[in-house]
């Protein structure tokens, strides 16, 4: 398993942008899937996006918003999110997830406010 460590969130105001990192402790090259996740205060902890090994990305809702990609030298995934809007606000997750285990990280707290 690897350990993930989140970064790149924090207080924007709203129509910003942002790119989240998620750097795995080891290669994420033959990891089936890394996602990103968020979780907004009472809501249920929601996928936002999936990029596979094959690299094949997957979107939930707002897609035109979100991009999400790897850099496997860097065993890094990034989320970048545009138009940042209120709703948005969240703490955002990495996953990695190999079938056999699954490892998520601490999150990072994005909040969009004026």
């Known amino acids: 398993q690897v350990q993930l460590v989140e970064s790149g969130g924090g207080l924007v105001q709203p129509g910003g942008s942002l790119r989240l990192s998620c750097v795995a402790s080891?290669?994420?090259?033959?990891?089936?899937?890394m996602g990103w996740y968020r979780q907004a205060p009472g809501k249920e902890r929601e996928l936002v996006a999936q990029?596979?090994?094959?690299?094949?990305k997957g979107y939930v809702g707002s897609k035109g918003r979100f991009t999400i990609s790897r850099d496997n030298a860097r065993n890094t995934v990034y989320l970048q999110i545009d138009s940042l809007n209120p709703e948005d606000t969240a703490v955002y997750y990495c996953?990695?997830?190999?079938?056999?285990?699954?490892?998520w990280g601490q999150g990072t707290q994005v909040t969009v406010s004026s």
């Open positions: 990029i596979d090994s094959a690299g094949r």
């Open positions: 996953n990695a997830n190999q079938g056999v285990w699954s490892s």
């Open positions: 080891g290669s994420i090259s033959s990891i089936n899937v």
